[in-house]
């Protein structure tokens, strides 16, 4: 249960989601019949993406211990920090899944999806670790939008096809709505990110702010972008704006008494929501 704790399963359950339909859509544009041979290779991609997201999150746990989690009440009580379970433990396990992730990928995928989990891989270390992309300014929303939103998606539609005009599209529309709205973690962590000198558009600009003029745009923006594209032809379903009264219920919570959840503000789990909610409604009209 403790190791459990290190990999966030709340966190994993988005990319499960997403490279499950981007897999699935890959197979139907290719015309390949989605037998049970075709779904244990979907499920195969799903979880390789899923554990390199966890191992991303055991490394953000082993650094945070050191500064961010000695600050926060809350997540003293987190298995590192705590001294539960030990750093250097924790990181062999992070290691063992990344090498995992990219020997599966190269040996049951092709090049193009070892390259892209290899480039995720990347971000997963670099944010937490060294250079610690999560201290720099904008910086780190970027290095969490570009692995967790655009390539995520092409890596599970890279599993079996190259990624259409229609898949790219969306992936850049993911990238920015998670480098807007994942803004919704920095919240509850605000005092203990500005004591450790974290620098993210919640400890730069506040709070309320940060609320105003990053995160709640940000729930919007997807369907702006979205809107744009369809009216030029790069993406060609409008199932996508169902996914609108989420956001606009994430924007009447914001006017409300705000509730954290375990660590976390309310509003990062309706991010992760709307982040699997939109990632379906775009697939599943075109296989179906």
């Given at each position: 249960?403790?190791?459990?704790?290190?990999?966030r399963?709340?966190?994993?359950?988005?990319?499960?989601?997403?490279a499950s339909?981007?897999?699935?859509?890959?197979?139907?544009?290719?015309?390949?019949?989605?037998?049970?041979?075709?779904?244990?290779?979907?499920?195969?991609?799903?979880?390789?993406?899923?554990?390199?997201?966890a191992?991303?999150?055991?490394?953000?746990?082993?650094?945070?211990?050191?500064?961010?989690d000695?600050?926060?009440?809350?997540?003293?009580n987190r298995?590192?920090?705590?001294?539960?379970?030990?750093?250097?433990?924790?990181?062999?396990?992070?290691?063992?899944?990344?090498g995992f992730?990219i020997?599966?990928?190269?040996?049951?995928?092709?090049?193009?999806?070892?390259?892209?989990?290899s480039?995720?891989?990347?971000?997963?270390?670099?944010?937490?670790m060294?250079p610690?992309?999560?201290?720099?300014?904008?910086?780190?929303?970027?290095?969490?939008?570009?692995?967790?939103?655009?390539?995520?998606?092409?890596?599970?539609?890279?599993?079996?096809?190259?990624?259409?005009i229609?898949?790219?599209?969306f992936?850049?529309?993911?990238?920015?709505?998670?480098?807007?709205?994942n803004?919704t973690?920095?919240?509850?962590?605000?005092?203990?990110?500005?004591?450790a000198?974290?620098?993210?558009?919640?400890?730069?600009?506040?709070?309320?702010?940060?609320?105003?003029?990053i995160?709640?745009p940000?729930m919007y923006?997807?369907?702006?972008?979205y809107a744009?594209?369809?009216?030029?032809?790069?993406?060609?379903?409008?199932?996508?704006?169902l996914?609108?009264?989420?956001s606009v219920?994430?924007h009447?919570?914001?006017?409300r008494?705000?509730q954290?959840?375990?660590?976390?503000?309310?509003?990062?789990?309706?991010?992760?929501?709307?982040?699997s909610?939109?990632?379906?409604?775009?697939?599943?009209?075109?296989?179906?």
């Open positions: 249960m403790k190791i459990i704790k290190l990999f399963p709340a966190t994993l359950v988005a990319p499960m989601v997403g339909m981007f897999s699935i859509l890959a197979l139907k544009d290719t015309g390949r019949l989605l037998d049970y041979y075709e779904y244990v290779y979907v499920f195969l991609g799903a979880f390789i993406l899923a554990m390199t997201n191992a991303g999150n055991i490394f953000n746990h082993i650094i945070d211990a050191q500064d961010t000695k600050y926060n009440a809350i997540k003293k298995p590192i920090a705590s001294g539960e379970i030990d750093p250097f433990y924790a990181n062999a396990i992070a290691v063992y899944i990344f992730g020997v599966m990928t190269f040996v049951f995928f092709n090049i193009l999806s070892g390259i892209l989990i480039i995720i891989m990347f971000f997963a270390f670099s944010y937490s060294f610690r992309f999560k201290k720099m300014f904008v910086v780190g929303n970027m290095a969490i939008a570009t692995p967790r939103g655009m390539l995520g998606v092409l890596t599970a539609y890279s599993f079996f096809s190259f990624p259409t229609p898949v790219l599209t992936s850049f529309i993911l990238g920015v709505f998670v480098f807007l709205a803004t973690k920095d919240i509850s962590d605000y005092d203990a990110d500005k004591k000198g974290i620098r993210n558009f919640v400890t730069v600009m506040g709070v309320e702010r940060a609320i105003k003029y995160i709640i940000g923006m997807p369907f702006v972008l744009i594209a369809y009216v030029l032809g790069m993406v060609n379903n409008m199932y996508v704006f996914a609108l009264p989420l219920y994430t009447y919570y914001f006017s008494n705000r954290a959840i375990g660590e976390n503000d309310r509003s990062w789990y309706l991010f992760y929501a709307q982040l909610l939109l990632s379906i409604l775009f697939v599943i009209p075109m296989v179906i």
